[in-house]
């Protein structure tokens, strides 16, 4: 069910893409950084609603990136965060944004790993959240593993939190998000080389090949249910943070399809908690 096609060498080359972007990623106008040092809350309005109220609470934050979000938790009050990304860049500047804004490592630490070594690399565990996605999963060839390794860092009464691209959007057409023209079910990687990032598609980049996977919600919901969370919720959305498609426009702070155009979600985020100890 969870098989995919492995290529030689994909954690590298991923790597090096990743590590290349985050200095763009960092002084372009996509992620707002300005803004962010200045008490913008990089955080969805939907994730703030279902995620609930994290004051006192410890988060850990998969993938997090230049950790923006995981940072935002940290200001909705979580007592403590942690942020792991495998770019070493990324996790240099998520700690210089922490130091920004007046957090040190004992309220928002972070860690450079691969998040399939978590359990070797993460301190402190487990959380009372675990938080991830966001663009993350499509990196990952084991989905299973992903989910036994999220699972494991779950305290009882804990649970974590997914907010990620639909993967319905990956089997539509770029132009106008309406036409299948992909497997939904493929077990192939996608490999691209595209130059330039999501954040500025003009950059100027060498390391352009990538490789990815897509994910069924079937999949990643059966591999959570496996470990034993109980899955609380699963919610879609017919919004998507960037430019998925021609068609899109931004309304409301999303890019959203236009007005009278049949809709299919564009994100999707579940809730999946394990029971408190007894």
């Known amino acids: 069910m969870y098989l995919r096609e492995i290529p030689e ?3 590298e080359t991923n790597k090096s893409n ?3 972007r985050v200095p763009i990623h960092m002084t372009g106008d996509f992620y707002e950084i300005d803004a962010f040092l200045a008490g913008k809350d990089p955080l969805r309005d ?16 998969l993938q997090c990136h230049i950790g923006l979000d995981t940072l935002g938790w940290a200001r909705h009050g979580a007592s403590r965060v942690v942020g792991l ?27 450079a790993a691969d998040v399939y070594d978590a359990a070797a690399a993460v301190p402190e565990g487990p959380y009372d959240i675990v938080y991830t996605g966001v663009g993350a999963l499509s990196w990952l060839p084991d989905i299973k593993r992903w989910a036994e390794t999220a699972a494991s860092f779950v305290a009882p009464g804990g649970f974590l939190y997914l907010a990620e691209f639909h993967p319905i959007t990956d089997v539509l057409d770029d132009e106008t998000g309406s036409r299948i023209v992909h497997d939904y079910f493929a077990r192939e990687p996608w490999q691209e080389d595209e130059p330039g990032t999501y954040a500025d598609r003009s950059a100027e980049t060498v390391h352009n090949r990538t490789v990815e996977w897509q994910h069924p919600i079937g999949e990643v919901v059966s591999a959570l249910c496996a470990t034993g969370l ?3 919720f699963l919610h879609e959305h017919d919004v998507s943070l960037f430019e998925r498609f021609d068609s899109l426009e931004k309304r409301d702070g999303y890019l959203r399809f236009p007005a009278g155009q049949p809709r299919v979600p564009l994100m999707y985020s579940l809730k999946a908690s394990r029971p408190a100890a007894s």
């Open 46 to 61: 939907f994730e703030v609603a279902e995620v609930g109220d994290v004051s006192g609470r410890s988060l850990l934050h």
């Open 230 to 232: 109980r899955l609380e």
């Open 18 to 20: 990743w590590d290349e």
């Open 9 to 11: 060498g994909w954690r």
């Open 85 to 111: 990304d495998f770019s070493e860049p990324a996790v240099e500047s998520a700690r210089a944004l922490a130091a920004k804004i007046g957090l040190g490592p004992e309220r928002a630490a972070f860690v």
